[in-house]
């Protein structure tokens, strides 16, 4: 964030001395200026025709039965209920199989450098996992559990998404990890505390902030995805909360809507966008607080 | 901390103790560590060989002409890949044209123009469009986009550029709205904020003394930019456009809804076509298990995890390479 016109002169006569090259270099940076506000303005201005959107479209099917009514059939006056608490109960389960793997996955690539070259290896296939397209996750849950199992399940929705989960925790906890001072660690070993202790009592604690941070962004993250649940958890017209049969959830639910052509569809496909990304966003924001809020406070 | 001296102390007796037990919990800990640490490469290792496995099948009984085939044809079952491998090049590469650009000038300007308030707020606002979940993009770009593509856009570009000499023949073709340049616009969209939050941190670490010297020497922040930061941060730079490339490519749920789902290979962009990714949303729930259109999906799924592992593999060693300065 540097003031770069402050170093001219005051009164700007470096800025206006004369010349064909000097008007060159003004008029190029004028123009670049010119372009990157525009820039900016453009981008902003996608976002908010996307929140605009979904505000003025969806706000409509915002009612207490869209909360308490399970989906039905055009015309029905269904609502969305068993597709919320679908992504709720997938969404948390994935978390909590996806946490603890990922936390100590995340332990092992900070802690356990002598292990050499297997740890950059990890790292490397960890980001990696990181990045690959969630619908190639889907096909590959579908193959190794829907398949031999004969039919679609929440379980098998609910592993998809710890598959997405676990590498962004991995992440964010090998780098909060890296951030606890070196002298911390001495302290703690010279009170004679054994390494498992060191790293669960002072290291995770102090880190603990940063890594909160991470699981809520993760569980933002995989709360929006849809492609990974179209061939595992396959979506339900019925309120089930069994994870052995298949599952509705609000992404795939606003897909399969939003696709159709009954107005009433259509409206509770944007009322679900609507309340995904305001959980979504809701998410976000207050991950971010919390991580200028705690995660730097303890360092 | 400052207990430290009386607690040494304190455990010096049962040092013997605590140390024995504190390698047996070291062993279980460090065992639990690798485990998890092992499992992540389980699980890609699972998932490129459950895909290839699969996809044999359809590699076997078209051999190499299942890339260059534009067949796709369920009743004969006869299937190709070069379509949607096409539809997926042209579509990220629409997005790069459209997403670079943005992205630098976005970045460009919350480095060096914003004021320091407007700047915050403004990186938030982006990265929060990089936390929208894609199906928001798709559905928006179905019901916004596609429709102002359709009336304004498309009909413009073709009676301007549609009778241009080579070119013209892109911009040809009846203004669906849903096409390859809408999936690539939707696309663009998606990982602006990607790129442009790669680009903010880069231009941001640069040491402060490189970019005071050229300012100093009377540099305009356009030059400073040019001859000073990007050559500095090339590297970096590249691996967060790859990184946007890697999203592109595997995208799924914002493209199925603008990519029209047609098997065409054409030079209009206007024209319906089909990514990997979508026809793989698109076709899977029709293929019964076992068939040969259910091997033929997952070979694709296998060819574009090959293609994006490639491109993400770059990233990650540009970014490393960029940031190891």
């Known amino acids: ?299 | 901390m400052m207990e430290l001296p009386s607690a040494m102390t304190a455990r010096d007796h049962p040092a013997m103790d605590t140390n024995t037990r504190g390698q047996y919990g070291d062993f279980i800990f460090g065992m639990i560590a690798r485990l998890a640490g092992w499992f992540i490469l389980l699980v890609m290792a699972g998932i490129g060989i459950v895909l290839i496995s699969g996809g044999w099948r359809a590699f076997s009984t078209f051999g190499p002409g299942f890339i260059t085939s534009t067949a796709w044809n369920p009743i004969s079952d006869h299937f190709g890949a070069a379509t949607s491998i096409f539809g997926t090049l042209v579509t990220t590469g629409i997005a790069l044209v459209f997403a670079v650009p943005f992205a630098f000038g976005v970045a460009f300007w919350l480095v060096e123009m914003a004021p320091p308030a407007l700047a915050r707020f403004i990186e938030t606002a982006v990265q929060l469009l990089a936390a929208v979940p894609s199906i928001i993009f798709g559905m928006w770009g179905f019901f916004i986009v596609v429709p102002f593509m359709a009336h304004d856009i498309e009909p413009t570009l073709t009676h301007y550029l549609g009778h241009v000499p080579g070119i013209g023949v892109l911009f040809r073709g009846a203004p669906y709205g849903t096409g390859l340049l809408s999936g690539g616009l939707i696309l663009a969209i998606m990982i602006t904020p990607f790129i442009c939050s790669v680009m903010t941190d880069v231009f941001v670490s640069i040491p402060a003394v490189l970019k005071e010297s050229a300012f100093g020497l009377g540099a305009t922040r356009w030059e400073v930019m040019r001859q000073v930061v990007l050559p500095w941060s090339r590297q970096a730079v590249m691996g967060g456009i790859m990184l946007g490339t890697g999203r592109a490519l595997g995208e799924t749920m914002a493209v199925t809804f603008v990519i029209g789902n047609s098997n065409r290979l054409g030079w209009s962009l206007f024209a319906p076509g089909n990514t990997i990714a979508s026809l793989i949303a698109l076709e899977f729930p029709e293929s019964s298990a076992g068939s040969l259109k259910l091997s033929a999906l997952l070979a694709l799924g296998a060819i574009l995890m090959i293609i994006s592992f490639i491109t993400l593999a770059c990233s990650r060693i540009f970014l490393q390479r960029g940031t190891a300065k």
């Open chain 1, 1 to 299: 964030m540097m003031s770069a016109p402050q170093s001219h002169p005051a009164d700007g006569s470096g800025w206006r001395r004369g010349g064909v090259q000097a008007t060159r270099r003004r008029l190029v940076e004028r123009l670049v200026s010119l372009l990157c506000n525009m820039a900016t303005v453009v981008v902003l201005f996608a976002l908010f025709s996307i929140l605009w959107t979904l505000v003025t479209r969806g706000a409509a099917g915002l009612s207490l039965p869209t909360f308490m009514h399970s989906t039905a059939a055009p015309g029905a006056g269904g609502g969305l209920a068993n597709a919320i608490i679908g992504s709720c109960e997938q969404t948390g389960l994935a978390a909590l199989i996806g946490t603890p793997i990922g936390m100590f996955a995340g332990i092992y690539l900070s802690e356990f450098s002598q292990d050499g070259r297997i740890v950059t290896l990890v790292r490397f296939v960890s980001d990696m996992l990181l990045s690959v397209p969630s619908i190639l996750v889907g096909l590959f849950i579908y193959l190794i559990i829907v398949e031999p199992a004969g039919h679609f399940s929440g379980m098998a929705g609910t592993l998809a998404l710890a598959v997405l989960f676990i590498p962004i925790v991995v992440r964010t906890t090998e780098d909060m990890l890296r951030l606890v001072p070196r002298a911390m660690r001495e302290a703690a070993y010279a009170l004679g505390a054994p390494g498992w202790r060191v790293i669960l009592s002072v290291c995770l604690r102090s880190a603990r902030g940063g890594i909160m941070t991470g699981i809520l962004l993760a569980l933002a993250r995989i709360s929006g995805e849809t492609a990974p649940l179209l061939f595992t958890s396959l979506g339900n017209l019925n309120w089930s909360t069994n994870l052995n049969a298949p599952m509705a959830s609000l992404p795939v639910t606003i897909y399969q809507y939003a696709g159709s052509a009954y107005d009433d569809w259509v409206q509770m496909a944007w009322t679900g966008a609507l309340l995904i990304t305001v959980a979504v966003l809701a998410t976000n924001i207050f991950a971010r607080w919390w991580l200028t809020r705690n995660g730097t406070a303890q360092q």
